[in-house]
């Protein structure tokens, strides 16, 4: 998402150590329900039932931790993801990109400059772009000091590395394919690296994998390619426009200034690629009062910069259906 992380307007609320055990063993129980079985698509949309909604927001909307705890850490580092699951929180959102030489990286800009020393450490290569650079180059910037002097040293991983500290974690993945179009066959290769660590099986991609992107021409590739796995599309259309997105996706993920309870209502009443309600998460909420005033609009999920004030506001039920 192209908003850039910020300090919560409030402080952390302080939490037991037993009641953050209690959320990750209720988490695992959910996560352990049998999976359901993919649906054919029909040759149109289908309508859901009248009550919509979906089973992902008993008890109060998913909460995710936008680039990581990115309101603590620096953003897209392992370090935030850590501080994450140090919070309580298993789902964590990234950005995906291609470098000069091929390998996948985990960064939000298409350029290094605003999260990186890239301009100290290599001051003749601007305009510093991601594409221009080789991985091991990259693994030479600091990711960390902009942000805060006491990350100094953190880095820009690579998605192996990331998914590598994810599995480690036990925490789940909403990966955003970023700015595609520059980087033709991502999504294979996404994917290809996604099944060598393992993260295709059933239970990854039905309980704690969903890929989104901006681009409605990737998503629909990502399920083309794998339409067993949940995916994502990043905007807002208009209601006359969400069935066609109905057809390769299973959730819309819009802005939340650009949302209302009846267009949140319009997506739920239709069907998605899995037969399935489709869902809305909504970004970025950092505030209490936001945070109240999208569940009340009856959205899925939050993603969030500050995930524990968010979990403080709507609840700290969390389940993935």
Not at 275 to 286: A, N, R, Y
Request: aromatic letters at 6%; proline letters at 7%; hydrophobic letters at 40%.
């Amino acid at each position: 998402m192209h908003v850039r992380p910020g300090r919560p307007d409030r402080a952390r609320p302080s939490g037991a150590a037993a009641t953050a055990a209690f959320l990750c063993l209720a988490l695992t129980a959910l996560g352990a329900a049998p999976a359901t079985a993919v649906q054919p698509l029909s040759p149109s949309p289908t309508l859901a039932s009248p009550s919509g909604g979906s089973a992902r927001s008993l008890g109060g909307p998913v909460v995710y931790a936008h680039r990581g705890a990115s309101a603590y850490a620096p953003e897209n580092t392992l370090e935030s993801i850590d501080r994450a699951m140090a919070l309580g929180f298993d789902w964590v959102e990234n950005d995906v990109q291609r470098t000069r030489d091929g390998v996948l990286v985990v960064i939000h800009d298409d350029t290094l400059t605003r999260t990186t020393d890239v301009k100290r450490v290599f001051p003749d290569r601007g305009p510093w772009r991601v594409k221009d650079f080789t991985a091991a180059e990259i693994a030479r910037l600091d990711a960390g000091s902009w942000f805060d002097k006491r990350f100094a040293g953190a880095r820009v991983p690579t998605l192996r590395e990331y998914m590598e500290r994810v599995g480690r974690n036990r925490q789940r993945l909403l990966l955003e394919l970023k700015e595609p179009e520059a980087s033709p066959g991502i999504e294979r290769q996404i994917l290809d690296l996604l099944d060598e660590l393992g993260w295709l099986d059933e239970p990854h991609v039905t309980r704690r994998l969903v890929v989104q992107s901006f681009s409605a021409d990737s998503i629909r590739t990502v399920h083309a390619l794998r339409p067993d796995l949940r995916t994502a599309f990043l905007g807002t259309p208009n209601v006359a426009d969400l069935p066609r997105y109905a057809a390769f996706t299973d959730q819309i993920n819009p802005q939340h200034t650009t949302i209302s309870a009846g267009w949140v209502a319009a997506v739920h009443r239709l069907l998605g690629a899995h037969g399935k309600p489709m869902e809305v998460d909504t970004w970025i909420v950092d505030d209490a009062a936001t945070a109240r005033k999208v569940k009340e609009m009856g959205v899925d999920g939050i993603i969030t910069n500050a995930p524990d004030v968010v979990r403080h506001a709507v609840g700290p039920l969390q389940a993935f259906g």
